[in-house]
């Protein structure tokens, strides 16, 4: 049975930065705010990456799958919904949909697995206890 905890949505505005010379979200972008979400998820659960760096330690992504599906526009309201999965004590993977807030379309889905390293070594280390109790707890969707 595989646990899936669900953070909470992460609220954006495309801007005129956010987009290629047509006025849609450059592809790239899409990435920055998936990445985003995964940063607010750490910071809603008091995990500080500033911390973890001081420890020698760091999130990187081992893999990224990403399906653009329509255009996002300028001036569009957007949410990243995450869904996390606990792979193992050093790797989550995150399914991550972005979505226009106007018209409930899927501009965007993705997949991207996680891993906590030693920036030294480059070996995988053990997730923080405090994710770990957040990911294995029992009220956890299946």
């Not at 379309?105 to 070996?123: P, Q």
């Amino acid at each position: 049975m595989k646990k899936i905890f669900r953070p909470r949505d992460l609220n954006l505005k495309v801007y005129v930065e956010d987009t290629d010379f047509q006025g849609f979200v450059y592809h790239a972008n899409y990435i920055k705010f998936f990445e985003r979400a995964r940063s607010e998820f750490l910071q809603d659960n008091k995990i500080s990456q500033k911390e973890l760096r001081i420890n020698n330690l760091a999130f990187v992504v081992k893999r990224i799958e990403v399906d653009f599906l329509f255009p996002g526009r300028l001036g569009d309201e957007l949410v990243v919904e995450s869904l996390i999965e606990k792979k193992s004590n050093a790797r989550m993977i995150f399914k991550q949909d972005i979505v226009n807030r106007n018209d409930n379309k899927k501009l965007c889905s993705g997949m991207v697995e996680v891993c906590l390293i030693d920036i030294e070594s480059k070996k995988p280390k053990r997730l923080p206890d405090d994710l770990l109790l957040i990911l294995d707890e029992d009220k956890l969707n299946e």
